[in-house]
């Protein structure tokens, strides 16, 4: 990877104005329309909550191939476009098809079950509720208010997307939709390809027919490889060393929208690295509800101490870290929603224009065993474990800094690893087969 483009890419600051602490509130700027791509999944979901507790109209995209999906619907796959994202370590979104009878008399596609906001009398509310994913059924529960639109459709549906915004005044996109398990994306390269880069490439080319150039990326701290250093800041090399197809997607991305910044000043884009979202919103009516045996840490932890799995697997116990375990960067995920906030409300400065990079995280390592202990005292229950080979391409240690967001956004993880337990353990017992 050429040296020059690699810093260029993770600095990201292109013609963009000099950074500040965040002055203009949601409040001064007023309620906006925010696309949400993946809003069905894991962080997708708690950031629409924060979205909407915020006032903002809320519309989500999502064809629910890491989201429970409506209970009334079945899909039809007319595509192989999948969708998510986050390293090994997170989130949700889009995939496999979107070709749906509309089940609404809202419904404005022929390939696309539609819920929008409208008539709440009687039956037709019922109706709207019943198209909504569970998880969005239960973000209006949790803030009392109603999603704008929702659209069980694929990014790969350009027709779609082109009718969704031409029917919304969107005025910025937040882009979760990804498939995101490393592991699998080894295995099946193309599908990732497929979907994560095209998917990407034909929400930005709708974005620009219609005008919309705000958008805030949900990337990976998967995009800095193994680390060359640590606390990992934005400067640090990127494209260098990823050791996996998920983790290229995610950065060939990145470059395509750092890309686009520099050729046309009318677009701002923020782009977020993720390290890894824990936790669940405090109410435990949503959190990560992973569709088949979990990639990650915490949702594993919390499956074995429900008594779906029989034990966590530790992939290591030789590493040079203080009990042997790989340390990872845990962040709670309603601080990872509120860091989505503050973007948009960044992006939508007058005076911001051009691509900029932000690591969201604690800057706090936390070991295997340590996760294990925390989560034992946060849930009354032992956490039996066995300790395995390491798996290749993983790193000892992976710690972000964060300063850059608290400087330029204003934005600060406060929750503790023990508040991430509790509400983890919080929403798992109380719906131990999640979703379902």
Known sequence: MNKAISSRLSTCYLNSSSPSLVSHSLARMGPRTVLVTGGAGYVGSHTVVELLEAGHRVVVVDNCCNATPPPTTTTTTTDSHKGDDKDSYTDDKDKNGSSLTPTTATANHNNATTTEEGDKDGNKEDERRSALPLALQRVENITGKTLTAFYLVSLNDVDALTKIFAKHKIEAVIHFAALKAVGESVTIPLEYYANNVSG????????????????????????YGVPQYLPT?????????????????KYFCEQVMMDLAASDQDWGVLLLRYFNPVGAHASGLIGEDP?????????????????????????????????????????????????????????????????????????????????VNAFSRASGRAIPYVVKERRAGDVAKMVASCTRAQTHLGWKATRTLEQMCEDTWRWQSQNPRGYV
């Open 233 to 249: 800041d934005e400067n640090h090399p990127t494209g260098q060393g990823i050791t996996n197809p998920y983790g290229r997607t």
């Open 291 to 371: 569709r088949d045996i979990p990639n990650n840490l915490m949702p594993y932890i919390a499956q074995v101490a429900v008594g779906r799995l029989k034990a966590l697997q530790v992939f290591g116990q030789d590493y040079d870290t203080p009990d042997g375990t790989g340390v990872r960067d845990y962040v709670h995920v309603v601080d990872l929603a509120t860091g989505h906030v503050a973007a948009l409300e960044h992006v939508w400065r007058p005076d911001f224009n051009g691509c900029e990079s932000y690591n969201l995280g604690r800057g706090e390592g936390v070991s295997v065993l340590e996760m």
């Open 200 to 223: 990407t490439l034909t929400l930005l080319q709708v974005m620009r027919s219609a005008g919309v150039k705000r958008l805030v990326y949900s990337s990976s701290a998967t995009v």
